[in-house]
């Protein structure tokens, strides 16, 4: 695995600058010191201990030009010279783009023989001397995708080499991605293994599984799905960049692997939320949620007080009621509480991206076996919360709350099974039970005739669910003791009508009836756009 340090982009400039080829300047869309990313923009930091790479000028040096003469061009009839050493089994593509010996992210090559990545490939620069010291031949330009072969210096436009181009950076035309939800496609891996493009495992590299549930949850979210797919986001910032490529890498029909690797993604992250999110300690689901898609929507230039400023709002974001009273007790004349109806109530209407949705506190019951039973409830009993009738006490307000039209396209639910106090985090294993089809919003949103038939239901379809599992730490151990959190996700096949659930490396099929079973913590549904009721089965 290549090293997690990474250097500066600040100190990009200066190695920039004494660049004089025109293919390996920085690619439109490279980070800039100045953007608006650029989290610490410390001066000294612009120096920098890398050579300068000098590309085409390959300034006289009388010793490496006598050890390997540059060429143009292949000679006649050599234009294939050294494919046949490129191993495909070696690369992958999937870990940051750092020089193995600079670690730079500056102008990378990937040598096609053995997948390690080396900068430059000038007279002086890494992947030139990797050349002449272990005879590999083949390098993979990393933002431009041309292929050289070095020391020579020849740029190969081989069509035997398209396959490497499209597993390094993905592209795929409307009509392709149209096509994902409708036909059932089925892929090879190099090694001959069966998979399904879009139902992919993800490394787990240490303990990144609460941020792989996410991403694939989100890459199955079709809108969201098909912005990211189809979208030049070549100006926009990194944390935009390396999510669409790996949208884009879920879901390739021609992939050399049946799994992808979100460490690119994963240092972004942790660069950009200052290490809150790391792929070497757990966190929550839900909590990097809502990190990751504020902080996309404003890395797509969403606007902090215009809603609706991006995709992610658009597909999101909806209303909420909430009315407050504030309750007012006195004792009366024999010394009774009387609460004061008549206080006034004050309405907000707040915008939200997810909502909470509460368990109740789970009794700890006992059957005559002296097992604890799991209590279960339905999913609309905790929804009732958004009923607008039941008022909910805190501290000395009562709040009702209920949502308002028009309802986004996909409703987040993020079901509150954890609480910490103060000195422990406790988790409530109460099952909901849910179809994963017919879920009618309606009850829950304020009648408007302006957008929706007062009485007629709102048809909502599950879409993804992310699920808890609490691992023992070891064999002996008793309920709530070193526990471990462990996340899976379950997603539906558009294609087959099928669902698949993924947990790290594993891909497994799934029934919908069997999707309750688990501890649900994080729901997407989807807004079915006929409105008409479907079938259960
Ligand atoms: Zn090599």
Redesign the pocket.
């Known amino acids: 695995m290549p090293s997690l340090k990474r250097k500066d982009r600040s100190a990009e400039s200066t190695t920039i600058s004494s660049l004089s080829s025109e293919e390996d300047q920085r690619q439109p869309g490279t980070p800039t010191p100045n953007s608006e990313y650029e989290l610490e923009p410390s001066p000294k930091r612009m120096k920098t201990d890398q050579p300068p790479q000098d590309e085409e000028s390959e300034e006289e040096d009388r010793e490496v030009n006598t050890r390997a003469p540059r060429q143009e061009a292949p000679l006649e009839g050599y234009d294939d010279l050294y494919l046949d050493t490129v191993d495909r089994n070696v690369l992958d593509f999937d870990f940051e783009k750092l020089c193995s010996i600079s670690l730079s992210n500056i102008n990378v090559y990937a040598?096609?023989?053995?997948?390690?990545y080396?900068q430059g490939r000038g007279p002086k620069s890494h992947a030139y001397f990797?050349?002449l010291e272990?005879n590999?031949h083949v390098y993979i330009n990393m933002q431009t995708q041309k292929v050289y072969v070095l020391p020579e210096g020849y740029e190969v436009k081989s069509k035997s080499l398209d396959d490497i181009k499209f597993v390094s950076d993905p592209r795929y035309t409307k009509e392709q991605v149209m096509a994902l939800d409708r036909q059932e496609v089925t892929a090879w891996t190099l090694s001959g293994k069966k998979y399904i493009p879009g139902f992919i495992g993800m490394n787990n590299i240490k303990d990144n599984d609460y941020f792989n549930v996410v991403v694939q949850a989100l890459s199955h979210i079709p809108p969201l799905r098909n912005y990211f797919m189809l979208e030049d986001f070549s100006a926009k910032p990194e944390l935009v960049k390396r999510f669409s490529i790996l949208v884009r890498k879920i879901w390739n029909p021609r992939a050399f692997k049946s799994h992808v690797s979100p460490h690119e993604l994963l240092q972004e992250i942790s660069l950009r939320s200052n290490k809150k999110f790391t792929l070497t300690a757990q966190s929550d689901p839900v909590e990097f949620l809502s990190w990751f898609l504020n902080n996309l929507h404003l890395a797509l230039g969403g606007s902090k007080t215009k809603p609706g400023s991006s995709i992610i709002q658009q597909v999101f974001q909806g209303k909420l009621k909430v009315e407050s009273q504030a309750i007012t007790a006195k004792a009366d004349a024999g010394d009774r509480l009387r609460f004061e109806e008549a206080a006034e109530v004050k309405v907000d209407v707040n915008r939200f991206l997810m909502l909470t949705l509460d368990l109740p506190p789970a009794p700890l019951f006992q059957d005559e076996l002296e097992k604890n039973i799991i209590p279960q409830i339905p999913l609309t009993n905790i929804l009732a919360k958004y009923d607008g009738l039941r008022a909910q006490e805190q501290l000395n307000t009562r709040k009702r709350y209920r949502l308002l039209h028009p309802l986004p396209p996909y409703l987040l639910f993020h079901i509150k099974r954890f609480s910490k106090n103060k000195f422990v985090s406790e988790r409530n294993p109460t099952i909901v039970t849910f179809d994963a089809r017919n879920l009618d919003m309606a009850p829950y949103v304020e009648p408007n005739p302006q957008y929706h038939r007062p009485g007629e239901p709102i048809w909502y379809d599950l879409v993804a669910n992310i699920v808890h599992e609490a691992v023992r730490g070891r064999e002996d151990s008793v309920e709530g003791e070193e526990e471990k959190h462990a996340w899976k996700v379950q997603m539906r096949d558009r294609s087959r009508e099928e669902w698949v659930q993924t947990q790290d490396l594993f891909v497994e099929k799934t029934q919908k009836e069997l999707l309750y079973l688990g501890e649900s913590y994080l729901q997407v549904w989807e807004r079915r756009r006929d409105g008409k009721k479907k079938s259960t089965r």
């Open positions: 040598c096609l023989v053995c997948g390690k080396f990797h050349a272990v590999h």
